[in-house]
């Protein structure tokens, strides 16, 4: 497999994400609150269990966003043995956009599970955790990280359209991935 190759390039529709991310938390929000309020019936409305719901909220969000990008670097690491070194993290203020890359093109399989360990880890599992100890606030940044995965599983869309073994490479700065696919064998 070979890099000198003309690539597939799989671009995904920023705009169009962000709509369908507005939808699905919308969705998820509604849902999970919903689900909640059956199983426990117990909500606290009073002003200042809001205001500190807010304030909580605001800041487990911000720890998650960073904590998504960071476990996409943990899963190329993990998954696809990536150096340190080859890993790069931030903010696109032009998209409204963190990420999180690596320099170092992957096997398509190792690709997609880097893609979608953030959303276990960031989205599911603070929304389990908000059921089982009855946090409204927990529940609802668990849906807004799980709806903020959609790029991640648009992405994993896309590749699984892709043997296993086709090289992906990220790109650095735009939500786009580069396929590079395996060379026939001549027999």
Not at 1 to 25: G, R
Not at 58 to 75: D, K, M, Q, R, W
């Amino acid at each position: 497999m070979s890099l000198d190759t003309e690539p597939i390039v799989i671009e995904l529709d920023i705009k169009k994400l962000m709509m369908d991310n507005i939808v699905i938390t919308s969705g998820l929000v509604i849902l999970f609150v919903a689900i909640q309020y059956i199983c426990f019936k117990d909500f606290d409305f009073s002003f200042w269990s809001m205001i500190s719901g807010v304030i909580l909220f605001a800041i487990l969000y911000i720890v998650l966003i960073i904590l998504h990008e960071a476990f996409h670097l943990i899963g190329f690491m993990v998954f696809g043995g990536v150096p340190f070194k080859s890993l790069k993290y931030g903010l696109n203020l032009e998209l409204g956009v963190a990420y999180a890359t690596t320099e170092q093109p992957l096997p398509n399989h190792t690709m997609k599970k880097a893609l979608l360990l953030p959303f276990w880890t960031t989205g599911v599992l603070p929304t389990i955790a908000g059921f089982y100890f009855n946090s409204t606030v927990l529940v609802v940044v668990g849906a807004f990280l799980i709806a903020g995965a959609v790029g991640d599983f648009a992405m994993y869309k896309e590749l699984r359209k892709y043997p296993k073994n086709a090289l992906i490479q990220d790109d650095p700065q735009f939500p786009k991935l580069y396929v590079y696919m395996p060379e026939k064998k001549i027999t």
